[in-house]
């Protein structure tokens, strides 16, 4: 029998540094989808002169392996309190300077002519508007993080809270 004079500690909430502050799933617009139906659609193109089964099979096939892709490159921007996680990238709070959005034509030189080729980025064509996040650790050669997101405000006051 085994001997055991104290109590097992109860188990203890999340830290308080853990609390989700701010999320978002950077998903592929309703057109991406289309373009992927289409390009598949060529599976039918390529086989319907053997088998038009054999053709709807690769199509059906080829639209699965896409949206496969697409699901699994799907970055996600999650912010924490200690935290900032963008797509595979992590990065403390405690790093991170000032917030810019950008939408429109500023998002396109943001993303292009104005962009440093030392920044990180996690940037989709299918969502337009995007926020730089100024770096300030003095040891990361990285000036700052740029990411697409769909709502640059929430996102900005989530880093500002």
């Known amino acids: 029998m085994p001997e055991s004079s104290a109590a097992a500690p109860a188990p203890q909430s999340a830290p308080s540094d853990a609390t989700v502050l701010y999320t978002e799933k950077l998903w592929p617009n309703f057109w991406i989808w289309l373009v992927s139906a289409g390009l598949s659609s060529a599976g039918i193109l390529m086989l319907a002169p053997i088998s038009i089964a054999a053709g709807i099979t690769a199509a059906i096939v080829l639209f699965a392996i896409i949206t496969v892709l697409l699901i699994l490159s799907t970055p996600s921007i999650t912010v924490t309190k200690a935290t900032l996680r963008v797509g595979r990238a992590t990065i403390e709070r405690r790093f991170l300077g000032s917030a ?62």
């Open 100 to 161: 810019a959005a950008f939408r429109g034509k500023e998002a396109t030189a943001e993303r292009g002519t104005r962009l440093n080729g030392l920044a990180f980025l996690c940037i989709r064509g299918w969502v337009d508007p995007v926020v730089r996040i100024e770096i300030t650790d003095p040891s990361d050669r990285t000036p700052y993080w740029l990411t697409s997101t769909r709502r640059p405000e929430q996102l900005i006051s989530a880093l500002q809270s």
